[in-house]
Structure formats: C-alpha cells, structure tokens
Antibody
Framework: QVQLQESGPGLVKPSETLSLTCTVS????????WNWIRQPAGKGLEWIGRIYTSGSTDYNPSLKSRVTMSVDTSKNQFSLNLSSVTAADTAVYYC???????????WGQGTLVTVSS | SFELTQPPSVSVSPGQTASITCSGD??????ACWYQQKPGQSPVLVIYQDSKRPSGIPERFSGSNSGNTATLTISGTQAMDEADYYC?????????FGGGTKLTVL
C-alpha cells in the first residue's frame, strides 16, 4: 500500500521560506509525478505544483515565482520550498501521487503550516 | 485561465440520488475526476477518467462528462456520503480544482 507522509516546520515567519518534505513508502518514487496541494482552513483545494522523478516540474502560475520543488529518489522523497511567505500561505499542505495526468490517487495526511511572527 | 465551477452546496434525502455538477469551458474534451473529503481528513479519489471508480469505491458513485459539464452522481445516498466533493481536470500543464460542493444528507 502506497503511503505518503509530509514533514516540516509547523510555524514559519513572514517573509521566510516554507520547506516541506514528503516521504513515500510502499512503492518506488520513480516513474510518477508527485504533487503538492494546499487548503486554507474552511476553504477549497489549491494545486501548488508537481515534479517528475527526472526533475521536470509544472507549477501553478499564480505561485510559480515563489515555488521550487525537488526530488531525491535515493530517499524516496520529494520537497517543496515556498519563499516570501505571508499569512495567506497558512494552510494544510498535502502531498499526493499523480497517476500521470489522470488523477491524484494517493494523498498524505496533510500538515498544517502557520505563517506568523 | 481555465476554471471549474461547482455549486457551493447540494442537499439530498437518504436513499435518494445526489447530483453534483462541475462546469468548465469544453470540459468534455478533458478527463474529469472527483474527490470526497470528510472533515479533518485528506481527499479521497472517488471517480477518475470521467466515470471510472477506483478499487474500494462503492458502485453507488458514478460520473459522466460531456460538453461543458461533468457530473458526479451518488445513487442511494447514505449518511456516510455527507462530505465536501471537489472536481478536478488537467489543463495547460496545471491541475485545476473546482471550488468544492458540500453535500448534506438530511
């Protein structure tokens, strides 16, 4: 069974960089796209971007200038960096596997990141 | 930019059929999928490629997609189906989510 687990600081100061890692277990990270999605409290889902195991990326145009994703196949992990954060970036952040443009078939449990001084 | 529009809320009586729509320009030319999200939980895929059900999803969940509208249909709705539902499609190198629909079973 494929499992994904997000990890990283739960509190980030304004203007700093939010950094999260997603660890994949139960399957190889190879040959899939891996996504980040976020959800502010009480609001809908927002796609942040995705990365293929080759390092190729697609980002949400509205966040592209602040987003960087990377992948470490040796650790079966992929990561998200979101720079210059503000309170508007406070949300639950999910990682998810991308069934090659068909759907997001496996999701992590989500991790709450709060942006506050 | 491509947008997906869902009704904010839908109500249904237990045992009846619930239909949740998702509208987008020429959505029928793309694949649509649907997610169920219960409070405090991660989204769960319930329909992919317009009408396919992942393993473990009950048969009462079905989907269709034509023209500008994709529809998620829940037949014989149960109290456990009360949740938020999100549609999603791939467009111009981006995943796009609908705003979500709160399904109330009453």
């Amino acid at each position: 069974q494929v499992q994904l687990q997000e990890s990283g600081p739960g509190l980030v100061k304004p203007s700093e960089t939010l950094s999260l890692t997603c660890t994949v277990s139960g399957a190889s990270i190879s040959s899939y796209y891996w996504n980040w999605i976020r959800q502010p409290a009480g609001k809908g889902l927002e796609w942040i971007g995705r990365i293929y195991t080759s390092g190729s990326t697609d980002y949400n145009p509205s966040l592209k200038s602040r987003v960087t994703m990377s992948v470490d196949t040796s650790k079966n992990q992929f990561s998200l960096n979101l720079s210059s954060v503000t309170a508007a970036d406070t949300a639950v952040y999910y990682c998810a596997r991308d069934e090659t443009g068909i759907s997001l078939d496996y999701w992590g449990q989500g991790t709450l990141v709060t942006v506050s001084s | 930019s491509f947008e997906l529009t869902q009704p904010p809320s839908v109500s249904v009586s237990p045992g009846q059929t619930a239909s949740i729509t998702c509208s987008g320009d020429k959505l029928g030319n793309k694949y649509a999928c649907w997610y169920q999200q219960k409070p405090g939980q991660s989204p769960v895929l319930v329909i992919y490629q317009d009408s396919k059900r992942p393993s473990g999803i009950p048969e009462r969940f079905s989907g269709s997609n034509s023209g500008n509208t994709a529809t998620l249909t829940i037949s014989g709705t149960q109290a456990m189906d009360e949740a938020d539902y999100y549609c999603q499609a791939w467009d111009s190198s981006s995943w796009v989510f609908g705003g979500g629909t709160k399904l109330t079973v009453l």
